[in-house]
Structure formats: structure tokens, C-alpha cells
């Protein structure tokens, strides 16, 4: 996850599960949730969710995972409970237990050792939660994504290729993931043991800094079997300026990824704009199905190369149901999304979530969505 100045392959064997064909023509807004930054849960502050999971094995429940390095406790993912209102059929999600994330041998993962970001359950039911990386100053940590238990303890871990190591030159990083923009967008076919991770911005050898002015190059991977497969690229749209304004600043980044089916996927950008102090939050739907995509395995850069990316879709502007949020707030940092359990008409639902950066001026925000039909497969 990245600040604004304001505030801002590793997978076991997997049972191949039936895919049920339905439609998506357009969200309709169920009801929001709100947790405030005070909320502590095992005597621990509650919040900074940046992923969000659906535990396909055990109906209602649901992990998160607190992009805390350690600095508002230990680093931790959050076990939550489902459950919806018979009179309003409004749905809550319950934070239960707090789980501490440890090493093979059992210790409590040292301070800033990871930036947890992104976080999916494998057939077997194991955690997997990705990490950016760091790369500044004189310390530089590699992205990865690393395996544990629902327990919380460490069992394998995935190191990505050379391109996404920070490097420097002349004592100035020049390749590699951004610092506090690596490895934020994680999600898992678990029909064919297929994982794709995602940086939230560029790698500092493939293009710039997201912009008011220009799209920005994003590389998915895709891991099968452990093996490091494919590589494909997203571009960002340019930071939006839904305002008019003369001059807008601020980022604009890939946060999160679902799969849908097969190769079809939501993606989530999420802007922040600073003369505004507002997010802007889209959805898209992609397919790495499409014709002429170029796999950008072999590229050490993107720079001045003729490339076929990934197509997009609007599905939603999240912004359109501000009016809608309770208690008079306004979309916060959405970086988190998953399914929700399907409704009595056939539908499916969505659940995001917002990473409050522990401040108090922000919130843990869950909005759900229930998802109308229009040919696509949506799995179960």
C-alpha cells in the first residue's frame, strides 16, 4: 500500500471445483460497515485491512489480513465472521481472533521483516499473503509471497525473479519494485493451482510514477505450480481528475485482484488525489484469454518496446454509491476484495475493504455489493 503525503507461487495441489456460469450487468449497493480506529481486538488495535478472503471450506468465515509492520502490534491477519440481519438483511463482518503471524520455528515475525498486503486461501486451506518489498534508504527487502497456516505459522515462501529485486547504482535504486508499491495484488485460481501477484505500481526499470498525465505499465505474473509461467501487463489509468481541477497530484495503483474464472479477473485501482483528499476507487474486468497479449517473461524492461497489455472493462466507479455510505462517510482507502456468499435470486455478492492506516481520521470501511448477471463466468 502506498501513502500520499497526507496519509498517506508457493501453492499445494488443488481440487478442481465446478464453475457455475452467470451474469454481470451491474452492482447494486447493499449496505456498508464501518469500524472505527479505536477498536481493538485481543487487546490489539484492530485495522490497516489491505486484503480480504472468503474461506471457501467453512461457510461465513472470512480472513484479513492488517498491513501492520509491527508497529501497532505483531503482524497479524484477522479471522472474521459473516453474518446477515433477518430484518434489514444487511450483512457484518465480525473480527473473532487475531492471528499472529510466525516463523517455521514458531517465533513472532520481527518488526518490519514484511509489509503484508495481499492475502487467498489454497485447496488445502493455507494462508498465502503477499509482501511489497522495500526499497529505500540503505535497506531493501525483496517482494514475495509467502505460505502459512491458518494458524499463522510460516511453511513455504516464493521469491519472485531478479527484475523485482531492488538494485542500486551510484547508490540510487534503479530496478526493482518501488518502495511501499510491490507485491499488493494477489489472487488464486484454485481450479488449476494458478497464483497471480501483482505490484501496485511500475518497476522503476519499466516506466514512471503514476501521473495525472499518463498510464502506467503494471507486470501480473502468473505462477503455476510453483513455476514462474507467464507475465503480462496492465496499464493504470492516469490519476483521475473527476473535479476539473487546474492541477491534481497524488497516485494511482493496482491494490487488488480476484479471480473470477479461468483467466478472468477483477482488478481494483485505487486513486488518491490530494488537492481533494479523495480515493477514487474502480473496478475492472480483465481476461489474459485475449487475443495478441504479449508475455513479457523474457523483458528485463518495458521501456521503448512494442507490447499488446491487458484490456480493461469499467464494471464500477465505487464513488457512485458515496450518497449511499452510512454515517455520512465517503469511500476511504479500499484496498481489499472478495466474494460474498451468493443470494437467494442466484446472485453473487462482493465484499471490499479499506485499510484505515491506523489513523483517526480514517476507517475500516466493508461495502457490499451484490453483483446483477451478464455473461461471465463467476466461480462458486
Sequence with gaps: MIRAVIFMLILSSCASSKAKFKEIDKLRFINDQIIDTNKKLDAIPFGGISGLEKDYNNKNIYYAISDDRGNYGPIRAYKMTLKRSERTENFTLIPTNTIRLKTKVGNLLAKNSID???????SEGNLLISTEGEARNNSSKIPNVLKFTKNGKLIQTYKPHRKYLPEKRKGIFYKGVRNNAGFESLALNRDNNTMYVASE?????????????SKTPVRIIESKDLKYTNEYVYFLDPIPNPRGLDKITGINGLVELLHISDKKFIAV???????????DIRLYIIDLNQEKLTNVKRLKSLKSRKIYSIKKKLLANLNEFSHLLSRNSRIDNIEAITWGPELENGNRTLILASDNNFRESQISQFIFLELYKKTIELRK
Design 201 to 213: 505500481q511500475s518497476l522503476l526499470q519499466d516506466g514512471d510514477f503514476s501521473s495525472s498525465k
Design 116 to 122: 503484508p498486503e495481499g492475502i487467498r486461501i489454497d
Design 269 to 279: 485501482e485505487r486513486s488518491f488525489i490530494l488537492e481533494t483528499l479523495t480515493n
